[in-house]
């Protein structure tokens, strides 16, 4: 009897799950509504394409030049997010700091994930003015929310009796981290801040569009000034370096796979 | 020293086994044994928590090193580093941010030789059998400077030839290092030939 009542208040869940689902979707139809303005989609796509091509070549070197920049913003925030996220996570959990600090630590970490990182870098930008500077304070608070979260799911979810144990024999919390959580979390650590990096390529490229360096200042010029083959030539500039970062990154975590199964 | 005073460990608010008293001078191996279930694991436990629910009392001199039957290591360390971990309290944050010592090093590869660990040292202790793991929990208290040593059922998973030489081996070294010891064990033909105490429980205590 108890068993039937609660397969039916499950099924009963289901479905107002489903009904919740269904209006979601149904309420956010209006969404797509162009205005008033009626435009004819299909027309201004073609008009858009054909303006795209054949790409603007000449300005190649100043694209490579922008996109440096972003390769620069996006590596010095992947590492200095990489480092402090360590820290922070290793401060949030049990064995390392007392509830007060851990509590506080992962309402930061919450705190900095919910700004995007676009939010970030005109919050930067205001503060210490239109720099590649602003691009990494930014992009570093963003991915330290990221990865912070990252590493601290993957240590709350390891096995506490090793940092437990070595903690009864009388190693300081600094050591339990090193030799009982660290080794775990390391292999797993390359491959979120490969992502992250790649993630930080991506999002470099855009944020100069609110004057934070990089590629995306280019991008702003060239749509401000109607210059879509040029504008088409850092697409697709863009597209071939994320491309080829992604094959790489695959290839290294497919070998140190294959390091750590041997 | 370890000294138990009509102890008992408690579970649920119910007590396990029957009071229990009994003196482990330095450098004493103490064995007991009983059935699977009886409660001697909780027993080691409890001499390790106080906290934990208990009737009597007990004294134990100074800290206590032990093997637990779960034996907790990190599954990512290597066997090396693993036995070297023993020495942590010893060494301050600085000393092992960069790893460990070579000399610490070397006394650890002594250890798991005497106690024929023959593995690769750097292979993480996940990827070791339960024998394995028993060595190099064993060879861990090579290392220690702790003097009192809580076995539980440190030997089960290797095969009676093994199981008596490395129990003869941390003898050794237990009288050497002045450590008393206090270990659990299931095979009473081990306790004959190696304790100089033994206590058995089947409804109660008796000396052996």
Redesign the interface.
Known sequence: MASSRGNLFYRILRWIGFALIFGSILISLPALDGGTREVDFITQLLRLVDRFFPPDLSVLPEVGQAFFETFQIATLATLFAVLFSILLAALSIDEISPWPLRFTLRVVLSALRTVPSLIWAVILVAMVGPTPRAGVIALTLYSMGYLGRFFLETLDASDRKPAQWLRQHGASPFQVFQFSLWPNIKASLQSQSLWMWEYNIRSASIIGYVGAGGLGLQLHIYQEYGQWNRFATVLLFFFAVVLTLELLSAAIRRSAQIRRSK | MIELRRFQPVIGGKPLLTPLSVKIADGQFCVLTAASGAGKSRLLETL?QPNLPHLGAFTVSG?C??V?Q?L??????GAL?TVC??R??????RQ??FGFPESLQKEAEAQLDLFHFSPDREK?VGLLSGGERQRIALARLGL?S?TNWLLDEPVSQLDPESALACLSQLKRLAQERRAAVLCVLHHPQLAEALADHRLHWAGDWRTQ
């Open positions: 390790t800290a090193a032990t637990p779960s907790d290591f990190c599954p990512s360390l580093d971990t023993s942590l309290e010893a060494m301050s944050w092992s941010l993480p220690t702790r």
